[in-house]
C-alpha cells in the first residue's frame, strides 16, 4: 500500500446528501459528528464537496427532482468511492416508493455499497455502516493498484514489449 493510501484510509473524508427525506436520517447522520458519538476520533471527517469526498451518505427515498443532482454528485466524487444508503427511504423507497414521483431506493440512480436499515437509522448502525464502507473502500483501492500494475506498451515507439510496472 503506497504512503498516500494508507494516509487516506487513516483519514477518510465522507459527504452526507439528502435527497426528498423527511430528514429524520439526516438529524441522525449529524449526529455521528456530534461530541456524542464523536465520528471525527476515528479520522472520519465531514466534507461539503464531493470532489473531496470517499463515502458518501445518502438519505431520503429518490424522487425525478433529485435523480439528476444525485447522478451529478456521485459523478464528481473521484475514484475509489462508496456509497452509503442510510434509512428505509434511501434503501428501498420506504412507504413512498410507489407513490407518482418516487423512483425507490438509492440503487435506482447509482450503485450503492452498504445499506443502513432503520427509521430513522440510529447514529451507531450508520456508524458501523460507515466503517462497513470503510472496508469496501480498502478493497476497492486495492483492486485499483492492482489494475495498475497491469500490462502496458514499453519501448520509444509505443509499440513495444509489454512489462509490469
Ligand atoms: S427512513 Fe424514516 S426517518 Fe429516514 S428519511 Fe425516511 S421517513 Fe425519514
Redesign the pocket.
Known amino acids: 500500500m503506497s504512503l498516500v493510501h494508507r494516509a487516506r484510509s487513516k483519514s477518510p473524508w465522507v459527504m452526507h446528501f439528502d435527497t426528498a427525506?423527511?430528514n429524520?436520517?439526516s438529524i441522525e447522520v449529524f449526529a455521528c459528528f456530534t461530541p456524542l458519538y464523536d465520528l471525527e476520533r476515528f479520522g472520519i471527517v465531514n466534507v461539503g464537496n464531493p470532489k473531496h469526498a470517499d463515502v458518501l451518505l445518502v438519505?431520503?427515498?429518490v424522487n425525478h427532482k433529485a435523480k439528476r443532482v444525485l447522478k451529478t454528485v456521485y459523478d464528481q466524487m473521484n475514484h475509489p468511492k462508496v456509497i452509503v444508503a442510510v434509512?428505509?427511504?434511501a434503501t428501498s423507497g420506504?412507504v413512498f416508493h410507489q407513490s407518482y414521483n418516487c423512483l425507490g431506493g438509492v440503487d435506482k440512480v447509482v450503485p450503492v455499497d452498504v445499506y443502513v436499515p432503520g427509521?430513522?437509522?440510529r447514529p451507531e448502525v450508520i456508524i458501523d455502516g460507515i466503517f462497513l464502507a470503510l472496508k469496501k473502500l480498502e478493497e476497492k483501492r486495492r483492486d485499483k493498484d492492482a489494475n495498475h500494475r497491469e500490462v502496458e506498451p514499453t519501448g520509444t515507439s509505443g509499440q513495444g514489449e509489454a512489462a509490469v510496472r
Open positions: 427525506g423527511c429524520g436520517c438519505t431520503g427515498t434509512g428505509i427511504c420506504n427509521c430513522a437509522a
